[in-house]
């Protein structure tokens, strides 16, 4: 599933290409993408599109008649991206349960949550340009912690931390965001049993 700014860089893409232009043909290359048969898909064929737009994480796109198609956009292997990069720049340990938020803490999170968004939403657009976005990844220079296990912390330069769980990896910093502490990661703990670190310092 991509995230907020992936699904505003189609949105962007889109825009360009499609707005005020009639729609040739609908083509399903699954009928799994179909969730409805009235109207059916051939009516918006011929209508010019007059509205784009983001619900959640579809995209909604308005034809003359005020008929809409949404769609939302499944694509494998992104998750928790920006979310590592939230909790680094809010200074928050991946394992802090929101109930347990400070007022302060919630605060930090709301700022850090928008302005990580929006940085890379604006990034990706202006990366992108006129081109057609061809993939999303999870993993995009420039982030601070994300796919950066090992890396320095661009704002400390302490050795970026993992948690593997499953098929995701969480990243973050231990100097910046639990304070040294070095969170359990299965995979390496169970390989080094008793010599597993739980500080920095003894990383
Ligand atoms: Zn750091």
């Known amino acids: 599933m991509p995230e907020?700014?992936?699904?505003?860089?189609?949105?962007?893409s889109l825009e360009r290409r499609v707005l005020g232009v009639p729609l040739d043909r609908l083509r399903l290359t699954s009928s799994f993408l179909l969730r409805t048969v009235d109207p059916a898909p051939a009516e918006l064929a011929g209508?010019?599109?007059?509205?784009?737009?983001?619900?959640?994480?579809?995209?909604?796109?308005?034809?003359?008649?005020?008929l809409f198609a949404a769609l939302l956009l499944m694509i494998a292997g992104i998750g928790n991206a920006y979310s590592d990069e939230i909790l680094h720049r809010a200074r928050l340990s991946p394992l802090q349960l929101t109930r347990n938020l400070s007022g302060e803490e919630a605060t930090h999170l709301h700022a850090a949550t928008r302005s990580v968004l929006c940085e890379w939403r604006d990034r990706l657009i202006a990366e992108t340009g006129d081109g057609w976005p061809e993939?999303?990844?999870?993993?995009?220079?420039?982030?601070?912690?994300?796919?950066?296990?090992?890396?320095?912390?661009?704002?400390c330069g302490a050795?970026?931390?993992?948690?593997?769980?499953?098929?995701?990896?969480?990243?973050?910093?231990?100097?910046?965001?639990t304070g040294g502490r070095v969170l359990a990661d299965r995979a390496l703990s169970r390989l080094l049993g008793r010599d597993w670190p739980q500080s920095l310092d003894e990383s």
């Open 4 to 12: 907020l700014p992936d699904i505003e860089l189609y949105l962007a």
């Open 47 to 66: 209508r010019k599109v007059v509205s784009l737009a983001r619900i959640g994480k579809r995209i909604v796109i308005g034809f003359e008649g005020e």
């Open 135 to 155: 993939k999303v990844t999870a993993l995009r220079d420039g982030m601070a912690v994300h796919g950066r296990f090992r890396q320095p912390c661009p704002d």
């Open 159 to 177: 050795p970026v931390q993992r948690i593997v769980r499953a098929e995701n990896e969480c990243n973050y910093c231990a100097r910046c965001q």
